[in-house]
């Protein structure tokens, strides 16, 4: 019978599903699943723990195996466990809200270059069943934060492990937690796995997400599991971080994992190291009992296991580094573990607190910053670890934030060939630089991904007026009072973007500092500009609000002073998927810390992949990627690092100065932008982002630095392709 006969599109299906003892999974082969694995649990324990607190890989921005079965031309399965599989993933939540910002973003496209490169990895991190935060605006309010409604149960990608000794059952890990009188509470977590499978299906990395949400579990666990970097109170934080960090030995134990080398991505988890040397002692000592061990003999274990430890900083910003108050530590952990902890996490500013930057500082066998400059910076603030302390900048995953259009603009001329296994192949752009018809397709794509961008902020404007009646929410945008069927905003009017995470350091409201020169900067020439502003500031964070709403509030004025000609618009709830439209669509990517407190900033360089020029302070990793105005533009002040001040006051972040500096480059850039004389060093701009930054500023190249940290047993093809990607760049020069 017809219907019993396998077509050839359910074969390639049925070569998807893989199972053993832990379930089935979708997305490749039975014998790729068992490389994976077997290299994950082989006894000469060649792997390596990625370990992050967050994780943003949305599905929506990047889903090879989604992208496959749609070119699939019958993609319909007969097996009815296959039917399941594709209808789930077609019809499914195709976001993971476990992300906050550029950490989790960062997490996620190094996981995916390792895939792509075939790294034996397996990442940790939490399931937060109330994601990040949801965010509505308001123009009379502001940012509204809103619980995520969001079922990972029903999130295609995901598995809730079985228990391979009850496979009715979900697989559960215990981890101890104490009280205050060094009673123990166990507290247990069940684990659910996304794989990051590569763009050609042939292999992946899996990523274990604790989940502590469960219902027996203490309620100040079940509370700390909710909501990613809940801070209502410092037990809940402290707690998020001790579920991480005391999570991960167990799991591994539980699936066999036998790696021994564990990356920290930033210092969240370093409670690991804490669980390493109690091991490390109850194993040395012949007492076996750790809370008799004196210090020479945990400092002896910490250095032993400090071996094991790769840690990446991400942050010159003092919140960004974690410290507890000494009491509330002891109210969630063993004495034991305190003896260690003032041993190592000794905090210079107070007394009364545990430094965990110290303590991952102290017990690594490596430790990176994330650009040069940041290098720089950090050497400065851990003078006693200057000497370990290397770069290695950042890079992002190039597959998933180049856009569909630039990539078929790069598939269509072979001197490209393989670049999105090889993104040093973008090199060879250099020999087009001059091609007309790669210049003018490059164009054309660009206009393309403009009018993307437009027709959804458009669109959005309108329904945000449309809303108003149904809801109590004020548009957030004056131009959703202005628009109708023949105003919309104008897709070749000049495009200045900005978004991400919206922390006082970032100065979001840089630009609009003086109102009047900016309009009149337009109003001169009557040259438009758009300003697209989109990100979340923490709900706790009250500064990073404020500068929301003052956003919000210049729209008027600016639209007013302007004649029209300047408009300010605030896309609310920012995420992967705004962030790839914004940087392929804008025509200059705007960043402006306060120089030298954004270590890396990687949404700059998303831009960067896509050609779009960056227009930013001399900070992170664009003292690397502005080449002496190939790529784009810098302002403000660029003094030593030296002399600057690290702290964020309000005299501290040099508005009048930077932005003065602003306002005196930008009748340049419009010049350029506008004027057909000039407008052909624009499209220059664009193509040396091509050949010069494209080849560095990407995961793969970020991968192969860390490789070289990480001391596997590659076979010597893979080592060698590796090699090829770190000889491009050295970091740490
Ligand atoms: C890339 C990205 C970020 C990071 O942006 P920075 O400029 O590095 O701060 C934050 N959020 C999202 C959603 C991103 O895609």
């Known amino acids: 019978m017809q219907q019993n006969k396998l077509t050839s599109n359910d074969r390639t299906l049925h070569n998807l599903i893989a199972k053993n003892q832990f379930g089935t999974f979708f997305g490749v082969s039975q014998e790729i699943f068992d490389g994976v694995w077997k290299k994950l649990t082989a006894t000469d324990t060649n792997s390596v723990v990625y370990i992050s607190m967050e994780i943003g890989a949305d599905p929506d921005v990047f889903h090879p195996l989604k992208d496959k079965l749609l070119h699939l031309k019958k993609p319909i399965a007969q097996d009815p466990q296959l039917k399941q599989f594709v209808d789930t993933l077609f019809r499914g939540p195709e976001k993971i809200p476990c992300y906050g910002g550029g950490l989790g973003v960062l997490a996620g496209d190094t996981l995916k270059s390792f895939a792509d490169c075939r790294l034996p990895v397996v990442a940790v991190s939490l399931l937060y069943r109330h994601g990040y935060f949801s965010q509505i605006v308001d123009s009379k309010i502001g940012q509204i934060s809103q619980s995520v409604e969001w079922h990972p149960e029903q999130t295609p990608g995901l598995y809730l492990l079985r228990d391979p000794e009850n496979p009715e059952q979900a697989l559960e890990v215990h981890i101890p937690f104490f009280n205050e009188y060094d009673q123990e509470t166990m507290a247990s977590a069940q684990v659910w796995m996304k794989m990051e499978i590569n763009h050609t299906l042939d292999y992946f990395v899996p990523e274990l997400l604790l989940d502590f949400s469960l219902k027996d579990n203490p309620p100040p666990i079940r509370e700390a599991a909710g909501q990613l970097y809940n801070s209502e109170s410092s037990i809940i ?264 995470r919206f922390s006082t350091y970032k100065r979001a409201d840089l630009v609009f500092d003086n109102i009047d020169t900016l309009c009149s900067i337009a109003v001169k020439d009557k040259r438009p500009i758009n300003f697209l502003f989109s990100g979340k500031a923490h709900p706790a964070d009250e500064p990073g609000k404020t500068v929301i709403k003052s956003i919000l509030d210049y729209q008027k004025e600016l639209y007013t002073k302007s004649q029209g000609l300047v408009n300010l618009i605030f896309i609310p709830n920012y995420d992967m998927k705004i962030a790839k439209m914004m940087v392929a669509g804008v025509h200059v990517w705007l960043n402006n810390p306060k120089r030298p407190l954004e270590a890396s900033g990687t949404s700059g360089m998303k831009a960067a992949l896509n050609g779009v020029p960056n227009l930013s302070i001399m900070d992170g990793w664009w003292v690397e990627g502005y080449h002496k105005g190939l790529t784009g533009w810098k302002f403000g002040h660029e003094g030593p690092v030296d002399e600057t001040d690290l702290s964020e006051s309000p005299e501290a972040l040099l508005y009048a100065e930077d932005s003065a500096s602003f306002y005196q480059m930008l009748p340049g850039v419009l010049e350029e932008y506008y004027d057909e004389g000039s407008r052909s060093q624009f499209i220059d701009k664009a193509i040396m982002n091509l050949i010069l930054n494209i080849p560095i500023f990407n995961t793969h190249r970020m991968a192969a630095e860390y490789l070289q940290k990480y001391e596997l047993n590659l076979p010597s093809s893979l080592q060698s392709r590796m090699n090829n990607f770190s000889a491009l760049y050295n970091s740490n020069e």
């Open 237 to 500: 934080k402290a707690t998020q971080r001790r579920m991480l960090g005391t999570g991960i030995l167990p799991v591994l134990q539980a699936m066999g994992i036998t790696s021994n080398t564990l990356h920290l991505n930033e210092q969240h988890g370093v409670v690991v190291a804490l669980q390493l040397i109690s091991e490390e002692l109850q194993n040395s000592l012949k007492h076996h009992d750790i809370s008799r061990a004196d210090n020479s003999q945990i400092i002896a274990a910490a250095d032993k296991i400090a071996k094991k430890l790769v840690y990446t900083i991400h942050t010159p910003v003092k919140a960004g580094h974690d410290r507890f108050n000494k009491s509330v530590y002891a109210g969630i952990s063993h004495k034991s573990c305190q003896h260690i902890l003032e041993l190592l996490a000794h905090d210079e500013d107070s007394p009364h607190s545990y430094n965990f930057t110290t303590l991952a500082m102290r017990v690594n066998r490596s430790a990176n910053s994330v650009s040069r400059l940041h290098r720089d910076v950090t050497q400065k603030q851990f003078p006693g670890f200057a000497k370990k302390i290397t770069a290695i900048t950042n890079g992002v995953h190039h597959l998933t934030w180049i856009s569909n259009t630039r990539a078929e603009l790069f598939d269509s001329f072979p001197e490209l060939n393989n670049w999105r296994d090889n993104p040093g192949v973008l090199q060879n752009v250099a020999s087009l630089k001059n091609n007309k018809r790669f210049r003018d397709y490059l164009e054309h794509a660009w206009q393309k991904d403009s009018e993307i961008l437009y027709s959804y902020i458009n669109a959005m404007l309108l329904q945000h007026r449309n809303q108003m009646t149904s809801t109590w929410i004020d548009p957030p945008n004056y131009y959703s009072n202005i628009i109708d069927a023949d105003t919309k905003l104008d897709p070749t009017v000049f495009t200045v973007g900005f978004a991400r």
